[in-house]
């Protein structure tokens, strides 16, 4: 009898932020399923509750999912989810550790509230300062760590488009980008058996608007909010499934960058063709049609914009 192939995440321990929903569930149920356990946290912990129970069903014998409610821009509370991990997991080590937990708002530095712009910049910076702060000396351990930070599109073009400013959300991620690639040598140098990830999105399927109005304490959507809230998840190139699939794809190639999403790979192209034309966007979706290898390309680009 042919022995069955072992999946490259079978055995390992991973941590997943932001698991209540969308990319972050998708993570947690994929990981399950290929035979990694995981400790997921959210602050909205009837969301990661259930994202476990739907994991833990799907996973297969001597896989343990546990969800844990945090607030990751609160340092106090990612270390308590630390010790909740290691003792319900009986860890001393983690494997891989999967920042992803992310809201939206604070779009102006100059009219949107103090309040809601630091609040947005924490859960998006913070919240990843403190994961690795936190994991890196469990991912040490392992041997063969991996610490995936996600960052987004906005982490190398601040905005959304014309009269579409994403000051705390593009602010946050752009740190995250940089945190990321200045952990390349430096883990390479002090600490080898951990290497860093950075995943940066476009348009996924999530429901980070409806997530950022609840984090925010922002009142029930109207018609027409609701209504954006829903075009941005099913009029998505990319479901969160298959965003998903991207990531842990990429992470076991070993890249150190990972785009997600033929949108994001072509304003790259176009961002990196002409860096002074990236705030002209007509000039940006034209060299997104004209650099990228994708047909097509400028439509995609263009759907960022429509559904807000």
């Known amino acids: 009898m042919a022995e069955?192939?072992?999946?490259?995440?079978?055995?390992?321990?991973?941590?997943?932020?932001?698991?209540?929903?969308?990319?972050?569930?998708?993570?947690?149920?994929?990981?399950?399923?290929?035979?990694?356990?995981?400790?997921?946290?959210?602050?909205?912990?009837?969301?990661?509750?259930?994202?476990?129970?739907?994991?833990?069903?799907?996973?297969?014998?001597?896989?343990?999912?546990?969800?844990?409610?945090?607030?990751?821009?609160?340092?106090?509370?990612?270390?308590?989810?630390?010790?909740?991990?290691?003792?319900?997991?009986?860890?001393?080590?983690?494997?891989?550790?999967?920042?992803?937990?992310?809201?939206?708002?604070?779009?102006?530095?100059?009219t949107s509230s103090r309040e809601e712009w630091e609040r947005t910049f924490a859960v998006d910076w913070w919240g990843v300062y403190y994961c690795a702060r936190t994991f890196l000396p469990l991912l040490i351990p392992s041997g063969d760590g991996v610490l995936i930070n996600t960052s987004s599109v906005n982490g190398f073009w601040a905005s959304l488009g014309p009269k579409m400013p994403n000051s705390a959300y593009a602010t946050a991620k752009f740190a995250v980008k940089g945190f990321t690639e200045g952990l390349i040598e430096d883990l390479r140098t002090n600490a080898p058996q951990v290497r860093a990830v950075v995943v940066m999105p476009g348009h996924v399927g999530t429901d980070i608007i409806a997530n950022t109005r609840r984090a925010h304490g922002m009142s029930e959507p109207g018609q027409l909010e609701a209504r954006i809230e829903t075009g941005f998840r099913e009029r998505a190139p990319l479901t969160a499934a298959e965003a998903a699939t991207i990531i842990l794809d990429g992470v076991q190639s070993g890249t150190w960058r990972i785009l997600v999403g033929r949108d994001a790979e072509a304003l790259d192209a176009a961002v990196r063709a002409n860096p002074e034309g990236a705030y002209s966007y007509a000039k940006l979706a034209t060299a997104a049609v004209t650099r990228s290898v994708e047909r097509g390309a400028a439509r995609l680009v263009r759907r960022l914009f429509e559904y807000r």
């Open 4 to 110: 069955r192939d072992v999946d490259w995440y079978e055995g390992k321990l991973a941590v997943v932020t932001g698991g209540g929903s969308g990319m972050g569930r998708e993570l947690v149920r994929q990981l399950a399923a290929r035979g990694c356990s995981v400790a997921a946290c959210d602050w909205n912990d009837d969301a990661v509750a259930e994202s476990a129970a739907k994991a833990q069903a799907g996973a297969p014998d001597g896989v343990l999912v546990s969800g844990h409610a945090c607030d990751v821009s609160e340092e106090a509370q990612v270390l308590q989810f630390r010790d909740e991990l290691q003792r319900q997991h009986a860890a001393d080590h983690v494997d891989l550790v999967f920042s992803n937990a992310g809201i939206g708002g604070g779009s102006s530095f100059v």
